[in-house]
């Protein structure tokens, strides 16, 4: 059962990326509204997909990646960005801090999904941290 923890500050976005993933089979979401609460979160028990906002108002989405892969234990953990900001210098760093997939809003449901399922396949195969 994947568990997914979905950290946007706006709880609209968090329902619709949830509504997005949950026909993927067997999921469980936890929400977090900021990205201090993501960290908390990411502290409590292991997860196997983080989707991420990039802007919010206490510990930003590129600070929270960049937590996320300094720890050995989360290193491998796939994370997606999803943001309004849709210009290359946020992709580059959002991609260069260890994001896996830079998505902006508006998304489709299939986009998401198929970023997810991916995403998910290829870290069933690993080793969880």
Avoid: W
């Avoid at 206490?58 to 943001?83: A, K």
């Avoid at 830079?102 to 999904?113: A, E, G, L, N, V």
């Amino acid at each position: 059962m994947p568990e997914v923890l979905v950290v946007d500050d706006s709880k609209v976005m968090r329902d619709m990326v949830v509504a997005c993933l949950r026909p993927y089979p067997d999921s469980h979401f936890t929400q977090a509204s900021s990205g201090l609460e993501a960290i908390e979160q990411l502290s409590l028990k292991p997860y196997d997909l983080l989707v991420l906002d990039l802007n919010m108002p206490d510990i930003g989405g590129i600070e929270v990646v960049e937590f996320v892969r300094g720890q050995d234990h989360l290193r491998n953990l796939p994370i997606i960005i999803v943001t309004t900001r849709g210009d290359e210098a946020s992709r580059e760093r959002a991609l260069q801090a260890g994001a896996n997939r830079f998505m902006t809003k508006p998304f489709t449901p299939d986009s998401i999904q198929g970023a997810a399922r991916a995403l998910l396949e290829t870290s069933a195969e690993a080793p969880r941290g």
